[in-house]
């Protein structure tokens, strides 16, 4: 049976009985379908064609057998360590795998110091593979560098996070570093089309029949991520063949993942891009965009309390005092969030959400405060008008202290005719409000005042 066309029928495993018996019904003697079908070559490398297809760096570097250090930087199932593995082997050199979540620097060291004694003796040259090379903090990568260096190891470190933010600038100026990128649907469809008809590695011969549509949800729900895709497809055919006729369709898919877990990472750089996104929607009065960024975040595990605190932000500074009640409900929602908890609290951070997207929108007080810090840093002593002050002794009242203060409360309109600039700032302006919401009438409230203090003479008072 070959294979259906997208989307409009089944894909069937192909083989013996006898190849039927093993792999995922064999009671788990065999590794998972994703370390299985782990691409050898660079030809079976899928989605990364600029960097594996010809005249791509990794292709070079495999025909020239040899191999700079490297950082791969790219999402979760993505074939870093896929890839790795094929550049050691097609350069003939061994690979040492290492991970920094499971061991520490003093393993590292170890272990590039055998290199370099193998190295030394006339052995072949070692690659040292540090997956998650982001968990050694920025002291502890200072490890590495002597090794890179002499050229006693080449060093290939692995990670979803940006080199620039986690890399200690030393290192990462002697590693060179390559993005991959997420899988799109199309390429995860090859993968686990390639699955299901491998006979040898994949689920080929298993009697297990995918309907199209079921295979398009799979990539789909997978998110970018090829171990994710095939661990689905793993135990959606185990369903299958245990709980109904070996038919694979998109309610089966649904029963194996049983919640799709969306793609964020809250320690990561994932968790700053969707924070990211969601404050740029709602600043752009994006309703929808805003919610979906949103739910992202909550369904990928983000602290709602940290949702809060960036809406209480955006309150201030992007619609500001063109409605002041913003901050009202972004302090509500605040304090549903710290009241209630997850999940309920899901609909408190959306209802804030869409009324800051809906909310007119004015960056005067940003920019406001933004003027101001300005101001301090490059005067910042700049002494207290007089008039100002408080004299609460006879000597302070002696030296003018609060001579000349005008009770604003006594004043016609309340307004008093005085300047409470520094004498260095009298009649600069900082706040400028916008043309929107609320900051109309703000405006004509300043234009107000501003008339007041001329027509009382808007000085400074006489002694200060």
């Known amino acids: 049976m070959g294979t259906a066309p997208r989307g409009t029928g089944p894909m069937q495993g192909r083989g013996t009985e006898g190849e039927r018996a093993g792999g995922l019904f064999d009671g788990g003697t065999r590794p998972p379908l994703a370390d299985r079908m782990r691409p050898r070559t660079l030809d079976e490398v899928v989605g990364q064609e600029r960097l594996t297809g010809p005249g791509g760096p990794f292709r070079t570097f495999a025909e020239a057998g040899e191999l700079p250090s490297m950082v791969l930087w790219g999402p979760p199932g993505t074939g870093k360590t896929t890839i790795a593995r094929i550049l050691a082997s097609a350069v003939g050199w061994e690979m040492v ?91 995860l469809l090859t993968v686990l089309r390639r699955a299901l008809d491998d006979p040898e590695r994949g689920l080929g011969g298993s009697g297990v029949v995918v309907e199209g549509a079921a295979l398009e949800t799979i990539a789909r729900m997978a998110a970018g991520d090829a171990r994710q895709a095939l661990n689905t497809l793993e135990v959606a055919a185990g369903l299958a063949r245990t709980t109904g006729d070996g038919t694979v369709d998109p309610a089966t898919v649904e029963r ?53 605190r960036r809406l209480l932000r955006i309150a ?48 005067a007080l940003y920019t406001a405060v933004k003027r101001v810090r300005a101001e301090v840093r490059e005067r910042p002593g700049l002494p207290v008008p007089l008039h100002l002050r408080n004299a609460p002794t006879r000597l302070m009242g002696e030296l003018g202290y609060g001579r000349g203060y005008r009770y604003a409360h006594d004043e016609p309109g309340g307004v008093a005719d005085m300047e409470c600039l520094p004498d260095e700032l009298e009649g600069v302006r900082f706040y400028r409000p916008g ?25 400074r008072p006489a002694g200060s």
């Open 256 to 308: 194996a993942v049983q919640e799709a877990v969306a793609v964020y990472d809250k320690g990561g750089e994932a968790h700053y891009d969707l924070i990211s996104a969601l404050h740029k929607s709602v600043r752009n009065s994006d309703v929808d965009a805003a919610l979906y960024w949103l739910v992202r975040m909550l369904e990928g595990g983000a602290d709602p309390r940290f949702i809060a």
């Open 435 to 459: 043309s929107d919401g609320w900051e109309v009438r703000i405006r004509e409230r300043l234009e107000e005042i501003a008339r007041r203090r001329k027509q009382r003479g808007g000085r």
């Open 97 to 187: 795998r290492f991970s920094a979540v499971l061991s520490g620097v003093r393993e590292a060291r170890e272990i590039m110091a055998r290199a370099q004694r193998n190295r030394r003796a006339g052995g072949g040259r070692t690659v040292l593979f540090v997956d998650e090379i982001h968990r050694f903090n920025k002291a502890q990568q200072d490890a590495f560098l002597p090794y890179v260096e002499s050229g006693d190891i080449v060093l290939i470190g692995a990670t979803t996070e940006n080199p620039s933010c986690e890399l200690n600038r030393a290192l990462l100026s002697r590693l060179t570093v390559y993005t991959l990128d997420p899988l799109g649907e199309e390429a």
């Open 316 to 363: 201030s500074e992007d619609v500001g005092m063109a409605d002041p009640r913003a901050l009202q409900q972004a302090a509500a929602a605040a304090h549903a969030v710290e009241h209630v908890g997850m999940p309920e609290c899901d609909l408190a951070l959306a209802q804030c959400a869409v009324y800051l997207a809906l909310a007119p929108k004015s960056n």
